[in-house]
């Protein structure tokens, strides 16, 4: 009778542990947190994008652009519009397609100012991989 009470009281405590362990590794998998250690800090203009997949990235970046960038550079990054009083770049040619990685993170990061007047705010809300997943999007746009 001992034993069988003293059998019941460790599979129980079995169970529980074995529970505990199979729902913290479920919320591991189904929440999982991206790798910050692989994004470089500080960017420099040279930096290349850091992410592994530019695609996965792009594809991420292309709602972070409609939600942040879209209202100015407009849908096709050409901005054709000029209802800002200074005209955003257009993202398809010039300076945005020739720059670096490193170049566009930091305006897109830092802003950007032209004879000492902000044309175009920092991007604050958002974080390093964002806006890296934002320059992944701006070199589909310069492709099409």
């Not at 991420?60 to 005209?87: A, I, M, R, T, W």
Request: positive net charge; proline residues 6%.
């Amino acid at each position: 009778m001992l034993a069988f009470a003293l059998k019941k009281k460790f599979m129980l405590r079995y169970s529980v542990g074995t529970l505990i362990l199979v729902l913290s590794g479920l919320t591991a998998c189904t929440n999982p947190q991206p790798s910050r250690s692989a994004l470089p800090n500080p960017v420099t203009e040279t930096t290349q994008n850091p992410l592994a997949d530019l695609a996965a990235a792009a594809s991420e970046g292309k709602s972070l652009y409609v939600v942040n960038c879209s209202l100015c550079h407009g849908e096709d990054g050409k901005s054709s519009e000029d209802s800002l009083g200074v005209k955003p770049p257009d993202l398809t040619t010039g300076k945005v397609v020739t720059g670096s990685d490193g170049t566009i993170f930091l305006a897109i990061k830092n802003g950007v100012k032209k004879d000492g007047r902000q044309t175009m705010p920092p991007a604050k809300k958002l974080s390093d991989e964002e806006i890296w997943q934002l320059v992944a999007y701006v070199r589909i746009l310069a492709k099409h």
